[in-house]
């Protein structure tokens, strides 16, 4: 037999297996051993990284998704454009370009000579007008007081004339009594003298009889004239009566107009006192437009285009304008589809490319339409091409206070607006 074949070292055939007892082949052979271990070794690295990009992914997307930002963003504030209330001629200019003013502080002032000359005429107006509104009161009661004492008097004067009146009646009645008494007597007296003459011719009588029947009839003669003359007195003081009560009555019906002359004379006064009114407003007018040459600054901020002196200006004219730095605020035009789950009072953060500062605050309140819908041309879309465009909504953020201390946001800066969704 060969020793090769009979020496199991040296014959592979005879070699045991691998698996057998008391084979130490796997302990002797070191690349063999180590394969396994460097194979579990890139696997358990694998297995890690993979937790850890998984791990970095959730917190990314959780970080990501806890805000929404945008560059569409600028500093926004409300101008205070400053003009003039009345013309004139710019006298002095109080202020420079870019220079900060505090609210009250005087911007310009307008040449006011034309001003104080035209209250000094309003207020010498004013005191005519009251000087006369006083006449005028004062004609009131003594209107009344007149018409008054007018109106006693004349209805006084017409009881008078119609007692008057009566009275002569009575006495033209008594007097036409007495007349017709000394006719009748008269006529007996007549009647006795004829009778007597008669009766004397025969001697029938003595002639004193018939001398005393002749006196008798002369003196009913005379009564009858007597009595004639007092009725013809009495009915000329009742055409006289008549006339003073014609008269009185007149005077009545004129002393009854006095209540209209007082009234007019008290819508005199009431127009005179209007007068006064209207008068004490051109007054207040002109002080008005005296205090209107000198522009106050009407809020604290920068002034930038400024007027400059010896312009004449009219009403309405732009003299300068008062940038409020201190009221300042963002408008952020964020997409719709980033609005699902913003709401007023979520904190918010601002970057600025100028200065590389971040400003702190918190969204104020969004905007009721997109930014399309206030241009002067809407969009249109019943055109039948439609396009469904992801349109901007203005979101307003208010800097908690402190923030713009030093005044670097100016309005019209861009900035990049982050609003914190929890």
């Known amino acids: 037999m060969n020793s090769a074949e009979q020496n199991p070292a040296t014959n592979p055939l005879l070699e045991s297996p691998p698996n057998a007892p008391g084979n130490n082949a796997d302990a002797a052979d070191p690349s063999i051993s180590a394969f396994p271990r460097k194979h579990s070794h890139k696997r358990w690295i694998f297995l890690a990284a993979f937790v850890v990009l998984v791990v970095a992914g959730v917190f990314l997307w959780h970080y990501l998704s806890g805000f929404e930002s945008t560059d569409d963003a600028q500093v926004d504030a409300h101008l205070y454009p400053v003009s003039a209330r009345v013309s004139g001629y710019v006298q002095k200019v109080h202020v420079e370009d870019n220079q900060w ?30 000087a006369s509104a006083k006449s005028s009161n004062i004609d009131v009661p003594i209107s009344s007081v007149v018409t008054s004492s007018q109106l ?88 006289e009566a008549h006339s003073r009560l014609a008269e009185a009555e007149a005077h009545y019906e004129d002393a009854q107009a006095g209540p209209q002359r007082v009234t ?11 007068d006064v009114k209207q008068k004490s407003a051109a007054v207040e007018q002109a002080q008005l437009n005296l205090g209107y040459t000198r522009i106050l600054a009407p809020a604290a901020g920068e002034v930038t285009k400024k007027v400059v002196v010896g312009l004449n200006v009219d009403p309405g004219e732009q003299l300068l304008t008062v940038v409020p730095l201190d009221q300042v ?36 309140s969004i905007a009721g339409a997109t930014g399309p819908i206030f241009s002067l041309l809407p969009p ?41 969704l929890r």
């Open 264 to 274: 007019s004379t008290r819508d005199k006064a009431y127009s005179a006192m209007a």
């Open 329 to 364: 605020w963002i408008t952020a035009n964020f997409k719709e589809t980033q609005l699902k789950r913003m709401r007023v009072g979520q904190k918010a953060e601002i970057d600025l490319d100028s200065n590389g500062r971040t400003y702190h605050g918190h969204v104020d």
């Open 101 to 130: 003013v505090d609210e009250g502080s005087p911007l310009v002032e307008i040449d006011p000579k034309d001003y104080e000359v035209a209250l000094a005429r309003a207020q010498a107006t004013l005191e005519t007008s009251e």
């Open 152 to 239: 006693k008097s004349a209805a006084s004067n017409i009881k008078n004339a119609e007692a008057a009146i009566e009275a002569a009646e009575k006495q033209a009645a008594a007097a036409h009594a007495r007349i017709l008494e000394a006719r009748a007597e008269n006529m007996k007296a007549q009647d006795d003298v004829t009778r007597y003459r008669l009766l004397l011719a025969k001697e029938e009588v003595p002639k004193q009889t018939y001398d005393h029947a002749y006196a008798a009839a002369a003196t009913d003669v005379a009564a009858v004239a007597a009595a004639e003359a007092d009725e013809a007195a009495a009915q000329q003081a009742i055409q």
């Open 380 to 420: 249109e879309n019943a055109t039948g091409n439609y396009v469904k465009i992801v349109q901007r909504v203005p979101v307003k953020i208010v800097l908690d206070p402190g923030e713009n201390r030093d005044r670097q946001l100016r309005p019209g800066m861009n900035v990049e607006a982050k609003v914190y």
